[in-house]
C-alpha cells in the first residue's frame, strides 16, 4: 500500500462535546473524589503504609483534622487541600513542625499518594470506555472530549482505533513530538497536528481528548516547562517519591529524569481543592482549549460529573461560552434537584437522563438519538 502524508483537519463546527466526570471511570474500579483520602489514611494500602510520604501525610491530617474511621467520617479531600493551599498562599508555617516548606512538601506528597491510588485501577482494559468508542466510530466522529479524570483508561480504550481511524489530540506540545537524540529512550508519539502518513485505504481523523484536570501519565519539568507523554508508564513509587519506568522486553527499571536538563519530574494533576489555580502554563493551555470546544459546538453531553462546587472554574469556564441555544445533555444516575439545579444556572435548555455511564453506552436507541 502506497503511503502518503495528509494533514488531519477539524471541521470548523463540532456537532458533540462530551463532558466527562468521576461517574465515567467509577464503573472500572477508579475511586470517587470522596473515597480516596480515607483509601490513604485508613491504613488498607500495605504501600502506602510503609512508605515515608504516607506516613507523613497521614500525620499531618491526623494532627489538623478530626475523623473518624469506623462509622467513616473523614475530612473532605477539597478541605484538605483547601488549608494547605492557605498557608502556600499566605506564605505562611502553621507552627514549628509543620513550617511553610514542609507543607509545600505535604502538598506534592499528598498529590502523589492520589496519583498511587487513581492507578490502582487503570491498568485493566475498559469495556464501557470501548463501547464509547464504538458509538463514536458508528454514529459520529466529529466529537471532542473534554474530561475532567486523571486516569487513562479512556485512551487505553481507543487502541482499536488506532491509526485506521484516528489519532488522539492532547491539545498541548509534547517533547515525544521531537524525534531529538536526547529523547531517544522514549515512545515517539504522532502530532495530528502536523501531516501524519496515511495510506491508501485509511482515512484516519483527529480526536480531541482535553484532560483539564491534568493525568497520570503525563510528566511536566517546571525547568523547561515541557511536558513527557509515557502512554504506558503511570508508576510512582512510594518509597523514593519517584516516577518509575521500565525498558522492555528486559523490564529495568529507571527513573524518570527530564531528557533535556535533567530535571525531576513532577505530577501534572490538578488536585481538588476550593483554592483552584490555572495559572499553570499546561492547565491554562487546555482551558483555552475547551473553551474554544465549547464555543464551536452545537451540543454538550456531561457524563458522570455533578458540578460540584469545587470546581468553580468549570463552572466559569462553561457559563461564559454557553449561548442560551446551545443544547445541554446530562447523563447522571442521581436524581437530585440540588444537581439540576447546578445545570440550570448554566443554561435553560438543559435535558437530564437519569442513568449510569455503562447503561448509556448499551443503550443503542439513546445513542442513536443522542448523535443525531
Not at 483537519?9 to 462530551?18: A, E, G, T
Not at 483547601?82 to 499528598?110: A, H, M, P, V
Not at 475547551?290 to 470546581?311: H, N, P
Request: aromatic share 12%; hydrophobic share 35%.
Amino acid at each position: 500500500m502506497d503511503a502518503s502524508e495528509k494533514f488531519l483537519r477539524y471541521p470548523p463546527k463540532r456537532d458533540l462535546v462530551f463532558v466527562l466526570g468521576a461517574g465515567a471511570s467509577h464503573p472500572d474500579g477508579v475511586p470517587l473524589q470522596r473515597d480516596m483520602l480515607p483509601m490513604i489514611i485508613s491504613g488498607g494500602i500495605e504501600e502506602i503504609e510503609k512508605s515515608e510520604i504516607g506516613q507523613i501525610v497521614t500525620e499531618f491530617i491526623k494532627d489538623n483534622f478530626e475523623y473518624n474511621a469506623e462509622t467513616k467520617q473523614y475530612p473532605q479531600l477539597e478541605a484538605v487541600f483547601g488549608f494547605i493551599d492557605y498557608f502556600i498562599q499566605q506564605n505562611e508555617s502553621l507552627n514549628s513542625k509543620y513550617t511553610n516548606e514542609k507543607i509545600r512538601d505535604i502538598k506534592e506528597y499528598l498529590i502523589k499518594l492520589i496519583h498511587y491510588v487513581v492507578n490502582l485501577r487503570t491498568e485493566k482494559t475498559s469495556h464501557y470506555y470501548h463501547l464509547f468508542w464504538k458509538a463514536i466510530q458508528n454514529h459520529n466522529s466529529n466529537i471532542s472530549i473534554i474530561t475532567l479524570n486523571y486516569d487513562t483508561l479512556l485512551e487505553q480504550a481507543f487502541d482499536f482505533l488506532f491509526k485506521n481511524h484516528g489519532y488522539i489530540d492532547y491539545c498541548i506540545p509534547l517533547m515525544n513530538y521531537e524525534m531529538t537524540p536526547e529523547l531517544r529512550n522514549y515512545n515517539f508519539w504522532i502530532n495530528p497536528r502536523e501531516p501524519v502518513p496515511v495510506n491508501s485505504n485509511e482515512n484516519p481523523i483527529p480526536i480531541k481528548i482535553i484532560k483539564v484536570h491534568g493525568s497520570l501519565n503525563w510528566k511536566y519539568c517546571n525547568c523547561c516547562n515541557q511536558t513527557l507523554l509515557t502512554p504506558w508508564d503511570r508508576t510512582i513509587d512510594l518509597k523514593k517519591g519517584k516516577f518509575l519506568g521500565y525498558t522492555y522486553p528486559d523490564k529495568r527499571e529507571y527513573e524518570f529524569l527530564c531528557p533535556i536538563d535533567g530535571t525531576e519530574f513532577r505530577t501534572l494533576i490538578m488536585p481538588p481543592t476550593h483554592l483552584k489555580t490555572i495559572q499553570h502554563p499546561i492547565i491554562s493551555q487546555l482551558m483555552n482549549e475547551a473553551a474554544r470546544e465549547i464555543r464551536a459546538t452545537k451540543k454538550i453531553v456531561f457524563i458522570g460529573y455533578s458540578l460540584s462546587s469545587s470546581d468553580v472554574h468549570i463552572k466559569a469556564l462553561f457559563k461564559k461560552q454557553i449561548m442560551p441555544d446551545k443544547e445541554l445533555v446530562v447523563i447522571n444516575p442521581k436524581q437530585k434537584e440540588s444537581l439540576e439545579l447546578s445545570y440550570k444556572s448554566l443554561t435553560k435548555n438543559v435535558r437530564f437522563n437519569y442513568t449510569s455511564f455503562e447503561e448509556f453506552v448499551m443503550d443503542e436507541k439513546f445513542l442513536e438519538n443522542l448523535f443525531a
